[in-house]
């Protein structure tokens, strides 16, 4: 006779990338039977084919904007671009997936009567004009710029999330993650930190732009992965909003100073004129987190760097040079 199994069966959609590939470990570890679903735009094997051999894990290559039928008990939805380079490759597919992929996961949790998490950003708050911002703040967003595709596309799959809870009763949780960083992230998303240790383990200037003082908070992805699993665990009824990210702030000059002397790098900073649209100050309010979740981060920056220094140092190469910083902005 035929023996159920009695674990979880979570999907992660977006799984191969580099957030979804930690939260498909993460919930292995935990005894869940994982189906991580990928198209491959900005994830890759390589962040997934150690757990390709453990047979609570399933890999399909799928693209979340065509409806999928699986059974499955818990769905986290990471699927999207998160960079700007990469989410404004292709705007009107970032769109599609943002909204039409909220829908069809959503379908699929109304169907299953999964519970579903959106992992949802801090963007949605635009260039806000409230610090720290915390949930009730609604956001100041422009909604036809280069970066409006994914702005208002995460905030219409709030939106759809919130009505499918309202009008379908779906069980869903909403999480607004607040920039993160660690081991497999792009080496070319163009991303503060990804962009410093490349450079500065290839030798070349790391490139501030403006006096340096312009401040950034980051949040090591095992604390942000650990803030997620407690968001879907929780039977509380909290659906969120919530947001989940370290609110230390460090001066951008901070970060790339940290950076040389971690790699023991020969690179000098020199700096840039600043973008007019950089952000002065990001940093999430994360009261809500503490309360609802109990949850905070743990993991220092120091530390956080080293283990991501490390990663990088596994292939460094001129293939892996950062996209020009004039179109990453300190971000
Ligand atoms: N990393 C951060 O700091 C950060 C901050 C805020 C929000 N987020 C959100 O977290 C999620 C994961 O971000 P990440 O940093 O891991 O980015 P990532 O680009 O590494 O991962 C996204 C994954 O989604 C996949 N994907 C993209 N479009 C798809 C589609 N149509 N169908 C199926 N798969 C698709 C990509 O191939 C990739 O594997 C994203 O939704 C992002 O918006 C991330």
Known sequence: MKEYSLRKRVLVTGGAGFLGSHLCERLLRDGCEVLCVDNFFTGTRQNIEYLL???????????????????????????????????????????????????????LAKRTKARVLQASTSEIYGDPRVHPQSETYWGHVNPIGPRSCYDEGKRCAETLFFDYHRQHGTDIRVVRIFNTYGPRMHPRDGRVVSNFVVQALLGEDITVYGDGLQTRSFCYVDDLVDGMVRMMS??????????????????????????????????????????????????PDISLAIRELDWRPHVRLEEGLLATIEYFRGFPSKSSTPVPMERTRNR
């Open 234 to 283: 929780n039977d509380s009824g909290f659906s969120g909003p919530v947001n989940i990210g370290n609110p230390q702030e460090f001066t951008v000059l901070d970060l790339a100073k940290l950076v040389v002397k971690l790699t023991n790098s020969s690179s000098k900073v020199v700096f840039r004129s600043l973008p007019g649209d950089d952000p002065k100050q990001r940093k």
């Open 53 to 107: 051999t453990n047979p609570s894990f399933e890999l399909l290559r799928h693209d979340i904007t065509f409806p999928l039928y699986v059974e499955v008990d818990e769905i986290y939805n990471l699927a999207c671009p998160a960079s700007p380079v990469h989410y404004q490759f292709d705007s009107v597919q970032t769109v599609k997936t943002s909204v039409v992929g909220a829908i069809n996961v959503l379908g």
